[in-house]
Protein backbone atom coordinates (compact mmCIF):
# COMPACT_ATOMS: atom_id res chain seq x y z
CA UNK A 1 0.00 0.00 0.00
CA UNK A 2 1.87 3.51 -1.25
CA UNK A 3 -0.58 5.13 1.20
CA UNK A 4 1.38 3.28 4.65
CA UNK A 5 4.82 4.34 2.89
CA UNK A 6 4.27 8.40 2.52
CA UNK A 7 2.94 8.45 6.05
CA UNK A 8 5.45 6.36 7.37
CA UNK A 9 8.22 8.49 5.93
CA UNK A 10 6.21 11.59 7.36
CA UNK A 11 6.11 10.37 10.31
CA UNK A 12 10.14 9.59 10.84
CA UNK A 13 11.02 12.94 9.50
CA UNK A 14 8.55 14.56 11.96
CA UNK A 15 10.16 12.28 14.49
CA UNK A 16 13.51 13.05 13.47
CA UNK A 17 13.16 16.75 13.38
CA UNK A 18 11.71 16.76 17.23
CA UNK A 19 14.65 14.97 18.27
CA UNK A 20 16.86 17.64 16.40
CA UNK A 21 14.81 20.20 18.47
CA UNK A 22 15.58 18.38 21.92
CA UNK A 23 19.20 17.54 20.97
CA UNK A 24 19.69 21.77 20.05
CA UNK A 25 17.74 22.94 23.10
CA UNK A 26 20.35 20.89 25.20
CA UNK A 27 23.44 21.54 23.46
CA UNK A 28 23.68 25.28 21.90
CA UNK A 29 25.02 27.85 24.22
CA UNK A 30 22.47 30.30 24.79
CA UNK A 31 18.85 31.52 25.17
CA UNK A 32 18.55 33.20 21.34
CA UNK A 33 20.05 30.20 19.84
CA UNK A 34 18.26 27.27 21.81
CA UNK A 35 15.44 29.11 20.71
CA UNK A 36 15.70 28.93 16.64
CA UNK A 37 16.32 24.79 17.66
CA UNK A 38 12.78 24.71 19.61
CA UNK A 39 10.84 27.03 17.30
CA UNK A 40 11.81 25.91 13.88
CA UNK A 41 12.78 22.76 14.59
CA UNK A 42 10.12 21.43 16.94
CA UNK A 43 7.35 23.24 14.71
CA UNK A 44 8.63 21.39 11.50
CA UNK A 45 8.05 18.17 13.32
CA UNK A 46 5.32 18.73 14.75
CA UNK A 47 3.62 20.03 11.40
CA UNK A 48 4.90 17.25 9.20
CA UNK A 49 3.05 14.81 11.81
CA UNK A 50 0.26 16.40 10.99
CA UNK A 51 0.77 16.11 7.31
CA UNK A 52 1.24 12.53 7.88
CA UNK A 53 -2.16 12.54 10.15
CA UNK A 54 -3.90 14.11 6.74
CA UNK A 55 -2.72 11.54 4.55
CA UNK A 56 -3.42 8.70 6.99
CA UNK A 57 -6.99 9.62 7.66
CA UNK A 58 -7.64 11.23 4.51
CA UNK A 59 -10.94 12.86 5.24
CA UNK A 60 -12.19 16.34 4.49
CA UNK A 61 -12.62 17.05 8.36
CA UNK A 62 -8.98 15.58 9.64
CA UNK A 63 -7.91 16.88 6.59
CA UNK A 64 -8.70 20.81 7.13
CA UNK A 65 -8.51 19.88 11.52
CA UNK A 66 -4.90 19.35 9.84
CA UNK A 67 -3.98 22.05 8.36
CA UNK A 68 -5.82 24.54 10.82
CA UNK A 69 -3.37 23.32 13.35
CA UNK A 70 -0.28 23.58 11.02
CA UNK A 71 -1.24 27.26 10.29
CA UNK A 72 -2.00 27.60 14.40
CA UNK A 73 1.62 26.74 14.64
CA UNK A 74 3.21 28.38 12.21
CA UNK A 75 1.16 31.87 13.27
CA UNK A 76 1.76 31.67 17.18
CA UNK A 77 5.49 30.03 17.34
CA UNK A 78 7.38 32.85 16.17
CA UNK A 79 4.95 35.72 18.03
CA UNK A 80 5.86 33.07 21.26
CA UNK A 81 9.33 33.30 20.39
CA UNK A 82 9.81 37.14 20.22
CA UNK A 83 7.71 37.58 23.37
CA UNK A 84 10.33 35.24 25.26
CA UNK A 85 13.26 36.20 23.68
CA UNK A 86 12.96 40.15 23.70
CA UNK A 87 12.05 39.26 27.41
CA UNK A 88 14.86 37.40 27.96
CA UNK A 89 17.24 40.27 26.37
CA UNK A 90 15.24 42.79 28.67
CA UNK A 91 16.41 40.56 32.09
CA UNK A 92 19.85 40.54 31.16
CA UNK A 93 20.74 36.85 29.94
CA UNK A 94 24.04 36.72 29.51
CA UNK A 95 24.65 36.18 25.83
CA UNK A 96 27.09 33.50 24.28
CA UNK A 97 30.94 34.60 24.10
CA UNK A 98 30.75 34.05 20.46
CA UNK A 99 28.21 37.11 20.18
CA UNK A 100 29.37 39.27 17.13
CA UNK A 101 25.89 41.27 16.45
CA UNK A 102 23.63 43.15 19.12
CA UNK A 103 21.97 45.08 17.49
CA UNK A 104 19.92 46.58 20.67
CA UNK A 105 23.13 47.56 22.25
CA UNK A 106 22.63 50.28 24.56
CA UNK A 107 18.82 50.70 23.72
CA UNK A 108 17.53 48.81 25.95
CA UNK A 109 18.75 48.70 29.88
CA UNK A 110 20.22 45.84 30.23
CA UNK A 111 21.23 44.93 34.13
CA UNK A 112 24.00 42.75 34.01
CA UNK A 113 27.55 43.50 33.86
CA UNK A 114 28.71 44.97 30.47
CA UNK A 115 30.58 42.78 28.46
CA UNK A 116 34.29 42.98 27.91
CA UNK B 1 1.89 1.90 21.01
CA UNK B 2 1.34 0.15 17.29
CA UNK B 3 -1.02 -2.70 19.40
CA UNK B 4 -3.71 -0.41 19.09
CA UNK B 5 -4.81 -1.28 15.94
CA UNK B 6 -3.68 -3.41 12.59
CA UNK B 7 -1.75 -1.19 10.63
CA UNK B 8 0.75 -2.70 8.11
CA UNK B 9 3.95 -3.52 9.24
CA UNK B 10 5.95 -0.69 7.76
CA UNK B 11 3.53 1.96 9.36
CA UNK B 12 3.46 0.05 12.80
CA UNK B 13 7.96 0.28 12.63
CA UNK B 14 7.12 3.86 11.53
CA UNK B 15 4.83 4.38 14.47
CA UNK B 16 7.20 2.76 17.20
CA UNK B 17 10.17 4.67 16.13
CA UNK B 18 8.92 7.89 16.07
CA UNK B 19 7.66 7.61 19.26
CA UNK B 20 10.92 6.98 20.92
CA UNK B 21 12.40 9.61 19.13
CA UNK B 22 10.05 11.59 20.68
CA UNK B 23 10.27 10.69 23.94
CA UNK B 24 14.46 11.51 23.72
CA UNK B 25 13.35 14.63 22.40
CA UNK B 26 11.18 15.24 25.70
CA UNK B 27 13.25 13.86 27.65
CA UNK B 28 16.47 16.80 26.78
CA UNK B 29 14.00 19.35 27.05
CA UNK B 30 13.21 17.93 30.70
CA UNK B 31 17.14 18.38 31.02
CA UNK B 32 17.33 21.40 29.97
CA UNK B 33 14.44 22.89 31.94
CA UNK B 34 15.76 21.37 35.21
CA UNK B 35 19.00 22.67 34.44
CA UNK B 36 18.66 26.37 32.47
CA UNK B 37 20.21 29.09 34.85
CA UNK B 38 17.95 31.69 33.86
CA UNK B 39 13.85 31.92 33.77
CA UNK B 40 13.85 32.36 30.02
CA UNK B 41 15.49 29.24 29.35
CA UNK B 42 12.89 27.17 31.17
CA UNK B 43 10.49 29.03 29.62
CA UNK B 44 11.44 27.72 25.88
CA UNK B 45 11.66 24.44 27.30
CA UNK B 46 8.56 23.75 28.39
CA UNK B 47 6.93 25.32 25.49
CA UNK B 48 9.17 22.94 23.02
CA UNK B 49 7.48 20.15 25.55
CA UNK B 50 4.38 21.17 24.55
CA UNK B 51 4.85 21.33 21.03
CA UNK B 52 6.15 17.87 21.24
CA UNK B 53 3.08 16.83 22.98
CA UNK B 54 0.91 18.19 20.28
CA UNK B 55 2.66 16.30 17.87
CA UNK B 56 2.92 13.20 20.21
CA UNK B 57 -1.24 13.12 19.98
CA UNK B 58 -1.06 13.17 16.18
CA UNK B 59 0.62 10.38 16.27
CA UNK B 60 -1.27 9.06 18.71
CA UNK B 61 -4.44 9.39 16.59
CA UNK B 62 -2.54 7.81 14.23
CA UNK B 63 -1.97 4.63 16.21
CA UNK B 64 -5.55 4.15 17.14
CA UNK B 65 -7.24 5.61 14.00
CA UNK B 66 -9.39 7.90 16.25
CA UNK B 67 -9.35 10.97 14.64
CA UNK B 68 -11.09 12.79 17.45
CA UNK B 69 -7.63 13.09 18.85
CA UNK B 70 -7.29 16.06 16.72
CA UNK B 71 -9.26 18.67 19.01
CA UNK B 72 -6.90 17.87 21.97
CA UNK B 73 -3.96 18.91 19.97
CA UNK B 74 -5.74 22.09 18.70
CA UNK B 75 -6.67 23.23 22.48
CA UNK B 76 -3.32 21.76 23.47
CA UNK B 77 -1.52 24.34 21.15
CA UNK B 78 -3.83 27.24 22.32
CA UNK B 79 -2.98 26.42 26.19
CA UNK B 80 1.05 26.33 25.01
CA UNK B 81 1.11 29.70 22.92
CA UNK B 82 -1.23 31.36 25.84
CA UNK B 83 1.51 30.07 28.71
CA UNK B 84 4.00 31.09 26.59
CA UNK B 85 2.89 34.76 25.86
CA UNK B 86 1.93 35.07 29.97
CA UNK B 87 5.23 33.89 31.24
CA UNK B 88 7.09 36.23 28.68
CA UNK B 89 5.23 39.19 29.91
CA UNK B 90 5.47 38.25 33.37
CA UNK B 91 9.26 37.96 32.95
CA UNK B 92 9.33 41.24 30.94
CA UNK B 93 7.85 43.11 33.63
CA UNK B 94 10.09 41.46 36.65
CA UNK B 95 12.64 42.65 34.14
CA UNK B 96 11.91 46.13 33.96
CA UNK B 97 11.29 46.76 37.27
CA UNK B 98 14.22 44.69 39.53
CA UNK B 99 16.26 42.51 36.65
CA UNK B 100 18.52 39.54 36.47
CA UNK B 101 19.80 39.87 40.04
CA UNK B 102 16.12 39.03 41.79
CA UNK B 103 16.17 35.74 39.27
CA UNK B 104 19.62 35.14 40.90
CA UNK B 105 18.46 35.90 44.12
CA UNK B 106 15.02 33.98 44.12
CA UNK B 107 16.99 30.68 43.05
CA UNK B 108 19.61 31.15 45.88
CA UNK B 109 16.60 31.83 48.26
CA UNK B 110 14.70 28.40 47.00
CA UNK B 111 18.01 26.03 48.01
Redesign the interface.
Known sequence: MVNDWIVALLLLSGGFFVFVAGLGILRLPDVLIRMHASTKAGTLGAGLIFAALAVHFADTVSISFSILTILFLLITAPVAAHAIGRAAYRMGVPLSDRTQIDEWEGRYRRTDKPKK | MSGLSD??A??A???D??????L??????F??MVRGP????R???L??IT??T??FV??F??ASDV?AF??V??GL??V??LA??A???Y??R???Q????A?LRDREGDR
Open positions: HAVLWAIITALLMVAIALSIRSLPDVVADLIIVGGLAISLDAIALAFTVFAWADRAAFGLED
